[in-house]
């Protein structure tokens, strides 16, 4: 007789309810100290330049309104120059993309379709009608030149 393969279960090892609050507990206090680092170093950046630009107002407020006044133009001018940039990128790149859409060509033939049946529903003459009419009218004059000379001796 074959022998049965017994098998054993093993039991997944859980971690103890313990060492999930020490590791909770860890990674809170990691939290509360990094937001209090960057918290103090955004925080104390912005007071020193506040204290800075209120000591320049109370010693030349002239000279420091001028200096706020020229930041603000400049900072103006570069925002405008970059979003120049941006847009002529964006419209680089739309026309770059235009012919791509398979609905593009669609929509173009049924515009210049349209754009060629308002001449005939306006009663306009063709480019054909009008060389024709330019060829008779060349006909006629010299016709009457002829008709002239003929008269005139």
């Given at each position: 007789m074959a022998g049965r393969k017994t098998t054993t279960k093993r039991k997944k090892q859980t971690k103890s309810s313990i060492y999930d609050l020490?590791?909770?507990?860890?990674?809170?206090?990691?939290?509360?100290?990094?937001?209090?680092?960057?918290?103090?170093?955004?925080?104390?950046?912005?007071?020193?330049?506040?204290k800075e630009f209120a000591e320049d107002m109370i010693n030349d407020p002239g000279r420091t309104a001028t200096d706020v006044i020229d930041n603000g133009k400049e900072f103006v001018s570069d925002l405008k120059k970059d979003t120049r940039k941006k847009i002529k990128s964006i419209v680089k790149k739309g026309k770059k993309y235009r012919d791509e859409f398979p609905t593009m060509k669609t929509i173009e033939n049924k515009i210049s379709k349209g754009l060629k049946a308002v001449p005939a529903r306006v009663n306009l003459a063709s480019k054909q009608d009008i060389e024709k009419l330019i060829r008779s009218m060349e006909a006629l004059n010299k016709k009457l030149d002829t008709l002239n000379s003929k008269y005139s001796t």
């Amino acid at each position: 007789m074959a022998g049965r393969k017994t098998t054993t279960k093993r039991k997944k090892q859980t971690k103890s309810s313990i060492y999930d609050l020490k590791e909770l507990q860890d990674r809170a206090e990691r939290l509360l100290k990094t937001v209090k680092t960057r918290g103090e170093k955004y925080a104390r950046n912005s007071y020193e330049t506040c204290k800075e630009f209120a000591e320049d107002m109370i010693n030349d407020p002239g000279r420091t309104a001028t200096d706020v006044i020229d930041n603000g133009k400049e900072f103006v001018s570069d925002l405008k120059k970059d979003t120049r940039k941006k847009i002529k990128s964006i419209v680089k790149k739309g026309k770059k993309y235009r012919d791509e859409f398979p609905t593009m060509k669609t929509i173009e033939n049924k515009i210049s379709k349209g754009l060629k049946a308002v001449p005939a529903r306006v009663n306009l003459a063709s480019k054909q009608d009008i060389e024709k009419l330019i060829r008779s009218m060349e006909a006629l004059n010299k016709k009457l030149d002829t008709l002239n000379s003929k008269y005139s001796t």
